[in-house]
């Protein structure tokens, strides 16, 4: 019913900056909250940031002041910002969204399939 579709990922040098966009399709009534997870090898998948449907945003703090999380509501679309990048940010990034798919209903997570960053020199 939904589809979320990343795109951005890759490789950088430490310092560079990149930009992941989602968007989500089908059938979709509303969206929540959108977010951006990431997971390295042997570590949990963390969130790294999150945003309402207003616009208030959160993030984890290891990258607060280095990256940006916006969203356009017309699109379905959330983004994330990435400057100032460090090879500790390496993982794979998921796009994650709360979706109403009619009104009324229940909100229901959808994932991303997933998109490797790799910051090295």
């Known amino acids: 019913q939904v589809q979320l579709v990343e795109s951005g990922g890759g490789l950088v040098q430490p310092g560079g900056s990149l930009r992941l966009s989602c968007a989500a399709s089908?059938?979709?009534?509303?969206?929540?909250?959108m977010a951006w997870y990431r997971q390295a090898p042997g570590k949990e998948r963390e969130l790294v940031a999150g945003i309402t449907s207003a616009g208030n945003t959160n993030y984890v703090d290891s990258v607060k002041g280095r990256f940006t999380i916006s969203r356009d509501n017309a699109k379905n679309t959330v983004y994330l910002q990435m400057s100032s990048l460090k090879p500790e940010d390496t993982a794979v990034y998921y796009c994650?969204?709360?979706?109403?798919?009619?009104?009324?209903?229940?909100?229901?997570?959808?994932w991303g399939q997933g998109t490797q960053v790799t910051v090295s020199s």
């Open positions: 994650n969204a709360d979706v109403r798919i009619v009104r009324n209903s229940p909100l229901d997570r959808y």
């Open positions: 089908g059938s979709i009534f509303s969206i929540n909250v």
